[in-house]
């Protein structure tokens, strides 16, 4: 994927060539937003740019190996562990979920 960078239509043949490769592995696209893919078992993943943010139920754990094991044949990824915010958006989790907020972008504004 390293000669993809530079070129004038590189982010387009990235994301065609991640689209690709999360629709071979059992995700479907969202059609409200396209860089939002969803499976089946709870797993969800959130493009922007070139990194990845993926969400799961508990009981999906062993999925998310699979899945992880698969993408990183293709690409050279890493586990950068629990996401804490994502996009300005912040991800509060506790023993039993997670929750979204914005409370800082709204404190931020006020």
């Known amino acids: 994927m390293k000669a993809l960078y530079g070129h004038k239509q ?12 999360l629709l071979a592995v059992g995700f479907t ?15 969800l993943i959130l493009l922007y740019v070139d990194d990845i943010c993926m969400m799961f139920l ?5 999925a998310v190996i699979e899945v992880k094991a ?10 950068i562990g629990l996401a804490w915010q994502f996009l300005g958006i912040e ?4 023993g039993t979920g997670f929750s ?3 409370k800082g972008y709204m404190t931020t504004v006020l």
């Open 10 to 21: 590189a982010p387009r043949l990235w994301h065609d060539d991640i689209n690709a490769s």
């Open 29 to 43: 696209q969202s059609s409200a937003y396209p860089n939002l893919y969803l499976r089946s078992n709870g797993i």
């Open 58 to 62: 508990e009981a999906a754990t062993t």
């Open 70 to 79: 698969k993408l990183s044949e293709k690409y050279n990824i890493m586990n």
């Open 91 to 94: 991800i509060p989790c506790n």
């Open 100 to 102: 979204l907020s914005q």
